[in-house]
């Protein structure tokens, strides 16, 4: 009988069997190595013997061209960066899962919104704007929040920031913003940075821009940690229910651990101690099972009611206060994966508001519909193929079907002579489903076509005096202090007066704080302002300061240790800290650890020089009488207690601990204790000191 051809072997093998993995062929070749390390091949399969050294016509001599292991290795290397996001480059992202826990039945047939107790598994980046990949995590940025819902209808991506407006009204400007914000294109400069001429110009001939802007010169920018943050999908979507009737809808994320940001003095030093600060924080967070949690809320409300608004819903410059349709929470977002691969996942993750779910609709925001462009376009670009949902990130975990065909990098391997739609060849080559296919909302549309700002987009000034006025005091004071920092980078001065010229329509006294921070005198003019300014009753839901939680869960506080540092008191802290939630860090002047008072060693988690206070929430300093002045000579010692009481951090300090806040020059507070008393130093670690602010730095 003649032997059975490898090809023949597999035409006569089972459905089951040749549908088995290809790569499993040859295992037996591949085999561990007793060490268990499995063998290094090329991406051909093929084991390499010797991956440190190239093929070379003798010791001494030149490296061959025939060396097609060392060129397959280079190559690929060569090719490993892809083109990075032109925004939202710099990014960190976890995966997770969607629970519904109250049903929008009523509004919608999207199943993500009306399966109460339902998981749906996402993913989700966070991001800054304006840096490059490379680029920190804390510069003054809005920041991305990006969800994608693999739903069992498809995958739904939310693509939001955490500010709930935008700068402009129209997509159409977007690439002038984008382009005023990056570096100068002459000069290269300034990175991840808002504080340059270019930025500040375009702003102040973009009158739209000034509600935006007051948030983004807010602490929302700075924010604390990316558990920390809102999120909002800002413009008006639709809800389609079983009848077909639609009902607006804007969708907001809730950080379960309450909003936090840091102090800018506290962000700029950041920058420089630890430019991962947030994806590490995101990452320990989820690593240690403190899983970060959202709540979806979403506000619905019928056309009849936008059209009572004193604004257009259909304005993402606008917002809709909470005062006026409240927030409905109908489910949790949780976090509780890293990703295996930062590239595979993170950087190939491609969001588009375009992905929909049958039973949520777009509305006529001009900044959505070019937005719905725009996404797909760059995702060609970046990831290189139109066959870029294939990505495992970015495939559905739903069944999908059609008859799209090849292109670059076609991973998928489509059986049959069909290709096409309407078909009668093949039974189950796949068809249009009207029952259960996506719908677009019936709306009635009539008018002139032309390139216009509707009118009802006109008034700029009312909700950015609506967002300054809802704010504390301490948050007006960063706010105008910001505006001062940014401003005193723009080398143009008519800039700076124009600035100052649009804060008059805002709040007079703010445009005056501005104008005194940059010695502008005398204040300049405002514009013509193209609507009148309507008032609006303040919204403290706008605030931080309103929507912190006083808690530990989820801050870290750093002990500051050395050598004969009391134990004891060191684990009672330790103790009362940690059972209020916080993670402990403990940081000494070498990394392996304090001998502490009674011999034992303490290991640190932080050498001292590279573990500054800026890291923590809050921090303890225990010290005996030697090891103290062994730091009061220590400079890094210094700031670490300067910084955090200038970061308005609450401090507790032993004796040593007191000697060396002593010899920064600095007085105790309310927001300092006394580091026996644990507990006090629990409650009042929870929060930050705001009242101390007016004692460490001028603000405007
Ligand atoms: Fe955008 C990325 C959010 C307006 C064009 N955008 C991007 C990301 C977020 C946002 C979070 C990063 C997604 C990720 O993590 O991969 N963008 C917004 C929000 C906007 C907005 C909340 C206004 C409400 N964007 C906007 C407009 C345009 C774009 C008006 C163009 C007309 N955005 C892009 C883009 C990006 C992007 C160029 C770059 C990388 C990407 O899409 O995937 O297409």
Redesign the pocket.
């Known amino acids: 009988m003649a032997k059975k051809s490898p090809s023949a072997a597999n035409v006569a093998a089972p459905k089951a069997a040749a549908a088995k993995d290809r790569r499993g062929q040859g295992d037996e070749l591949h085999q561990t190595a007793g060490d268990g390390h499995v063998p290094l091949t090329t991406n051909q399969g093929l084991v390499v013997g010797d991956n440190q050294n190239s093929l070379k016509a003798h010791a001494r001599g030149p490296t061959l061209l025939e060396d097609f292991i060392l060129r397959e290795k280079i190559t690929h290397f060569d090719h490993e960066r892809i083109p990075e996001?032109?925004?939202?480059a710099r990014?960190s992202a976890a995966h997770g899962f969607f629970e519904l826990t109250a049903s929008l039945a009523e509004y919608t047939t999207a199943r993500v919104l009306t399966e109460v107790g339902e998981r749906t598994p996402l993913f989700t980046?966070f991001?800054t704007v304006a840096g490059g990949s490379g680029s920190v995590d804390t510069p003054r940025d809005v920041r991305?929040?990006?969800v994608k819902l693999y739903t069992k209808e498809g995958n739904w991506d939310l693509?939001?920031?955490n500010i709930p407006v935008?700068f402009i009204q129209d997509?159409i400007k977007?690439p002038d913003l984008i382009h005023a914000v990056k570096m100068e294109p002459d000069r290269g400069f300034p990175q991840a940075a808002s504080a340059h001429d270019t930025f500040w110009d375009f702003i102040s001939l973009t009158p739209e821009s000034m509600h935006m802007i007051q948030w983004a010169m807010s602490d929302r920018t700075i924010p604390r940690s990316l558990r920390m943050m809102e999120g909002f999908g800002?413009?008006t979507f639709r809800l389609l229910n079983a009848k077909g009737k639609s009902t607006f809808v804007k969708f907001h994320w809730r950080p379960k651990l309450g909003l936090q940001s840091t102090v800018w003095d506290e962000a700029v030093k950041l920058a420089g101690a630890d430019p991962d600060f947030h994806r590490r924080d995101l990452f320990e967070a989820i690593q240690a099972g403190n899983f970060p949690e959202w709540e979806l809320g979403v506000q619905l409300f019928t056309e009849a009611q936008a059209a009572k608004f004193p604004f257009d819903h259909l304005d993402?410059t606008k917002l809709i206060p909470e005062e006026l349709i409240p927030l409905k929470i109908v489910g949790r977002m949780v976090l509780d994966r890293w990703p295996d691969n930062f590239f595979a996942e993170t950087e190939q993750?491609?969001?588009c508001p375009s992905h929909l779910v049958p039973g949520i609709d777009f509305s006529n925001d001009p900044?959505l519909q070019?937005?719905l462009f725009?996404?797909l376009d760059?995702?060609l670009s970046?990831l290189g193929s139109p066959n870029f949902h294939q990505l495992p990130i970015n495939a559905p975990k739903c069944p999908f079907a059609n008859q799209q065909r090849d292109g670059h990098m076609q991973t998928q391997v489509p059986k049959g002579r069909v290709a096409y739609e309407p078909s009668s060849l093949q039974a189950d080559s796949p068809r249009e489903d009207p029952a259960r296919g996506f719908r677009s909302a019936a709306v009635h549309e009539e008018g002139t076509r032309e390139r216009v700002r509707a009118e009802t987009f006109a008034d700029h000034y009312s909700q950015a005096r609506l967002f300054f006025t809802s704010q504390t005091a301490f948050e007006q004071a960063h706010i105008a202090s910001a505006f001062v920092f940014e401003l005193s980078k723009v080398d143009a001065v008519h800039v700076r007066e124009a600035i100052v010229g649009h804060l008059l329509h805002v709040d007079e006294d703010l445009a005056k704080r501005v104008a005194a921070g940059l010695a502008m005198s005398p204040l300049p003019k405002a514009p013509k302002a193209a609507a009148p300014v309507v008032p609006m009753k303040p919204s403290p839901a706008l605030q931080i300061i309103g929507k912190m939680k006083a808690t530990l869960q989820g801050r870290v506080v750093g002990i500051l240790v050395n050598d004969g540092s009391d134990g004891a008191a060191v684990a009672k802290l330790r103790k009362a800290v940690e059972a209020a939630g916080a993670t402990v860090k403990i940081v000494a002047p070498k990394v392996g650890g304090a001998k502490l008072a009674g011999g034992q060693l303490l290991v640190a988690d932080g050498q001292l020089a590279g573990t500054p206070s800026i890291n923590f929430d809050a921090v303890a300093v225990l010290l005996s009488t030697e090891g103290a002045a062994a730091l009061t000579k220590e400079a890094a010692a210094i700031d670490f207690v300067r910084d955090a009481f200038g970061h308005l951090k609450a401090l507790a300090l032993d004796d040593g601990g007191r000697a060396l806040f002593a010899k920064a020059g600095l007085e105790a507070d309310a927001g300092v204790v006394k580091a026996s008393d644990a507990e006090a130093f629990a409650k009042l670690a929870a929060t930050r000191q705001f009242a101390r602010e007016a004692k460490v730095r001028t603000l405007a």
């Not at 996001?85 to 939202?88: A, T």
Request: hydrophobic share 45%.
């Open positions: 996001r032109i925004v939202h990014g980046r991001s991305g929040f990006a693509v939001g920031n935008f997509a977007f800002i413009h993402s993750v491609a969001f900044l070019g937005r725009s996404y760059t995702q970046r």
